[in-house]
């Protein structure tokens, strides 16, 4: 079944377009994939709908990426801990049928029939090759990862894998002997969910091409300022290098008036781990807080009350335990209680951090922020000093009227040229795996998508893959129900996307949908126009003086003044056509 889907997916050289239903499609044929695109193309939405949909079918697929901070994120676990191999990058013959022989981490293993390895920009290529040998042992299968169906997911103009002192430079994943014996399917996802701003997109875009002109180069010049605190205090702010980090935000901490209160971290396990966990973590070993501190959570709660990037402020400190009360935008209050990060192996906790789930948030690293989406923030990319900063930091803002440049130098509009010629592939073969894919009947995909889950133990629901209606039509109303809660709670669209893990693009799609429904009840939800009230009026007009339902004839006519997000609020307070 396999090389039936390389034969109809096989790779070419043109450009690229292609959907998330499209890469959905092609994933559920279970041939291998690099899943990839632009931030705020939808990678992680993309991979969530893939995971529901194997496990609807009884397929439980091994999550994995590069550090326990992220496979938090995603609902998994470090692809070293799930593969074994620690901290090693390479091991030999004995060294592999010793972890083939532990019963746990074998009977995993075995039991795995999808891999999907986030942030696979990195992992460097001797970790990839590693995991692709422990997997052929344990399966005792000489095809590329002992024949799993590997989904690779990320970008590789993110920040690069980083080697140790005296170890050999990192190689990219796409250079490892297994990436090639994989041979992945290329789907490069072009939708932009992040950013509707196409002045800004176009930017960013000639950045990742290397095609930054002096256009490009005057427009960001105008959105370069001069710090004033009193004007950008309540920014988020980036910057290349610690040192300036921790220098704005000891700064702001030092002139509360406030008494201190410091938090120290604690750890167990085995120190290399120990020092894997703390170099991947962003609560800092020690943690001085007071009262009116902005604060940031680190990681995502198990009962969902807040997730890594949700801000706030130290408001008080607990009588009872002394943890820190941090009060969001939003208004709630959360007692932040220490927690654990982990690493596991067999089933056993073999390394551990506990601290503050806090760090402060006046300002923060570039490394650091990729991932969050940022509807404004001040960005300081002068000492730039590596391949992909710049890129990383400036798409981290929604739209070009968020952005703040306090400096910028010419490291910071490079790309790595290895990347860069890589990329161009990677777009070239992905247009070819869209046609092949299209060119096929739609019983000839089914097909292929039954025949897959078939081979790899699942069932088939209905006759085929696809979850019955009313199944998802549930699903989709819960989902629609959880967001409306959260608006109806106070919360502004930002905070709900937040909270659940969203884009804010995707709570706007949640409400405009509840708005089609006639079940969005206008009149509890005036708190998202408190102080937006006259624009939204003279918003409302233009939409009415156009005779137009669409954003972009409304957004063009008030050249940039008015972003998406703040049209698409006025829209919702409209009423529907025919109403």
């Known amino acids: 079944m396999i090389s039936e889907v390389v034969k109809y997916l096989r790779l070419g050289y043109t450009s690229v377009s ?26 992680s939405y993309t991979i969530r ?141 072009s939708e932009q969910h992040r950013q509707e701003d196409e002045t800004f997109l176009d930017i960013l875009s000639a950045l990742r091409r290397g095609t930054i002109n002096d256009e490009h180069k005057a427009l960001l010049g105008e959105r370069q300022i001069v710090f004033m605190d009193d004007v950008f205090g309540e920014m988020t702010k980036l910057f290349s290098h610690n040192v300036d980090v921790d220098r704005m935000n000891t700064q702001a901490l030092s002139q509360l008036e406030a008494d201190p209160r410091t938090y120290r971290m604690h750890a167990y396990g085995a120190p290399p781990l120990i020092e894997q966990l703390k170099r991947g973590c962003l609560s800092p070993e020690l943690l001085t807080l007071k009262e009116g501190a902005r604060v940031m959570f680190t990681k995502n709660s198990t009962d969902g009350s807040y997730v890594n990037g949700t801000t706030g402020e130290i408001s008080g400190f607990s009588k009872e335990n002394g943890y820190p009360i941090v009060k969001l935008r939003s208004g709630r209050f959360i007692e932040a209680a220490t927690t654990e990060w982990k690493i596991e192996a067999e089933g056993k906790t073999v390394a551990a951090i506990v601290q503050l789930p806090l760090r402060l948030a006046w300002a923060m690293t570039v490394h650091k922020s990729q991932g969050m989406s940022l509807d404004a923030a001040l960005i300081d990319l002068s000492s730039a000093f590596a391949y992909g900063q710049g890129y990383v930091a400036l798409s981290r803002v929604r739209s070009l009227a968020g952005l703040h440049l306090q400096g910028l130098n010419r490291r910071a509009l490079e790309v790595d040229p290895t990347v860069l010629a890589q990329d161009e592939q990677f777009r070239t073969r992905s247009l070819e795996a869209k046609e092949a894919m299209l060119a096929m009947t739609e019983e000839n995909l089914k097909r292929l998508h039954d025949e897959f889950i078939v081979a790899r133990g699942g069932s088939l629901t209905g006759g085929g893959f696809a979850a019955k209606p009313k199944k998802k039509k549930a699903v989709k109303e819960k989902r629609y129900e959880q967001t409306l809660a959260l608006i109806m709670g106070g919360m502004t669209v930002a905070e709900a996307a937040n909270e659940r893990s969203r884009t804010v693009f995707t709570i706007f799609e949640h409400l405009e949908e509840l708005r089609e429904l006639k079940a969005l009840p206008l009149d509890k939800l005036g708190h998202l126009i408190v102080g937006k009230e006259d624009d939204v009026k003279l918003i409302q007009a233009k939409f009415r003086a156009l005779e137009t339902d669409l954003l972009k004839p409304v957004h063009e006519f008030f050249q940039g003044e008015y972003d998406y997000d703040v049209i698409r609020l006025a829209r919702l307070f409209m009423p529907l056509k025919g109403m």
Not at 28 to 39: A, D, H, I, R
Not at 51 to 60: A, E, K, P, Y
């Open 18 to 43: 292609m959907t998330q239903a499209e890469a959905l499609a092609i994933l559920k044929t279970g041939v291998n994939v690099f899943l990839t695109g632009e931030p705020g193309a939808g990678k």
């Open 49 to 189: 709908q893939y995971v529901n949909f194997l496990r609807s079918t009884g397929i439980d697929p091994a999550i994995t990426a590069s550090t326990g901070i992220a496979a938090t994120h995603i609902g998994g676990m470090t692809l070293h801990s799930w593969s074994g191999i620690g901290i090693n990058k390479s091991m030999n013959a004995a060294e592999l049928n010793e972890i083939a022989g532990r019963d746990r981490l074998a009977k995993r293993i075995r039991a795995t029939e999808v891999l999907i390895i986030d942030e696979i920009s990195m992992f460097e290529g001797r970790t990839l090759n590693l995991v692709d040998a422990v997997c052929r042992t344990i399966k005792q299968s000489q095809q590329p990862f002992g024949g799993l169906q590997v989904v690779f997911v990320g970008d590789f103009f993110q920040l690069p894998p980083v080697s140790r002192a005296g170890e050999p430079l990192p190689q990219f994943a796409f250079d490892s002997e297994s990436w090639r014996a994989a041979k992945p399917v290329i789907c490069y996802l």
